[in-house]
């Protein structure tokens, strides 16, 4: 279990060692997880300290593991991006990746070495986006993810391939097109995302390739309205795909909303667009340390929750935001300003809805 700073360490300890017990024996689903935001701090350490016994550490990638390290403090979400190049440098052969995909999955799916504690989450589906480097193609990064995973049983773990706002559209097309033929050869691939900077890309080009993923029957989630800047255009682009799921969502419109959702009430209209309610994944402390939420209060969980509309609490990054599936989940009962307040009967409804939003829905067949 990793060990947790801020509002979701704030939220768990003031809880009382009953609801403690109650969080830890929820079966919960992490469908939100990046891999390379996901690495435990202390292998990222020992890939630095690998890293550096044949080439020096860059300052700028020493710099930003000593952030990591003693925790990062963001002004606002376009902070968080340039975390990442340190992390890359450290992950950019094929044996690197293997080795913190291995410590991601230990780290959701293991129980903690003593045996006394649950796993974080009974099922998970990680994403990563697919990357080339002068080690490897995109296809061998895959493989080599797709090999930890599989180690663990189907009801347990998948794969989400990811693509970046930034990437060209020929990149887009070949991630998409490997997704589909790793799926077709019965590899786990269950589902595509798209993730980045909110500032970048434009999201048009994207939705020939998400839909033709869909069309092949994998899952579309997409980071959608994450910040201001993200135009009604951007946010319909990737709405006209049918996303499964939608990342964030934290800033769509109202308007867009009764439009794509079936639950939400469109004013003025009999019917919606659609007859599916695609699932909200939520990740609280990531908005609040991004600040693209103000505070839980101000939250947009709640108006989901009011409309009875599917979501699934996810951690985003557990690195970065040293949070867990149970500090998540304890900002959901911890009384405010520190929680939402929520009833033990509430709680294990969204737990479950998690479970039902899962891609592969193993826990169904
Ligand atoms: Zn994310």
Redesign the pocket.
Known sequence: MPEIAGPAAAALSSLCPDDVIFLRSLPKAEL?A?LN?SIPIKTILELAQEHSHYSALTPEVAETIERLRSGVILNEIFDFFPLFPAIYALTSTPEAVAISTRAVLQSFLNPASDGAENPQCAYLELRTTPRATKYMMRERYLTVVLDEIEMYPATQAALIVSVDRRMSDLDVEECVRLAIEMKNNGRRVVGIDV?GNPRKGDMQPFTRHLSRAKGAGLGLTV?IAESTENTTEDSLALLSCRPDRL??ATFLSDELKALFFADIPQPGTECSLLSECPCIEI?LS?NLLCKTVASLDAHHIRYYLKNDHPIVICT??TLPFRTSCLGEYAMLLAQPPLGLGLSRDDVARVARMGMDAAFLRPHHD
């Open positions: 939100h990046h935001g993730c980071h990342g964030h990740c990531s985003d990054d």
